[in-house]
């Protein structure tokens, strides 16, 4: 009996170690919404599909998304915009942008992407989530009226729609 007690807390008490999981960026996206939010929290703006997000404060591609239908494709190195299909039902994608990816712990941080763009500026985005389906990202924060304003998050949420 005294071996059946202490076979059931035994196996009873086991601690369940899930293996780290490893960031898998790469796919085509659609992003399906995005949220701003100010520093102080007392403004947020949701922006769903079918309808367009303007950020005057920002450069080409990120100034101008069409919730639902703008796409992005990720490989190990670029992040692609713009998307062209030829006659033959290739896809190109007209803006590549390179990117690398910081602080990276496995165990408990998704880390950041640098993104740098055309006129040699950097955005940085916050790996919130990467899942099977999808990937949300937060940009580090934009100040339109210089320091002394508001910070503004940008949340970009996108859906994993191929390889």
């Not at 399906?32 to 591609?61: M, R």
Request: hydrophobic letters at 35%.
């Amino acid at each position: 009996m005294k071996y059946l007690i202490f076979l059931f807390v035994f196996l009873t008490s086991c601690q369940k170690i899930d293996d780290p999981k490893l960031l898998d960026i790469t796919g085509k996206y659609v992003i399906d919404k995005i949220t701003v939010l100010n520093d102080s929290g007392t403004k947020e703006i949701k922006v769903f599909p079918g309808e367009v997000y303007k950020n005057t404060y920002d450069s080409f591609p990120l100034d101008s998304i069409s919730v639902g239908f703008t796409k992005w494709y990720i490989n190990n190195y670029q992040i692609m915009f713009n998307p062209a299909t030829l006659p033959t039902g290739r896809t190109i994608w007209n803006d590549k942008y390179y990117y690398s990816i910081t602080n990276q712990y496995i165990t408990y941080d998704y880390g950041y992407i640098h993104l740098t763009l055309d006129d040699g500026s950097v955005r940085i985005f916050k790996i919130l989530d990467d899942s099977m389906e999808s990937l949300t990202l937060r940009t580090t924060g934009l100040w339109p009226q210089g320091q002394f304003g508001n910070q503004i998050t940008i949340t970009i949420s996108l859906t994993r729609i191929g390889p």
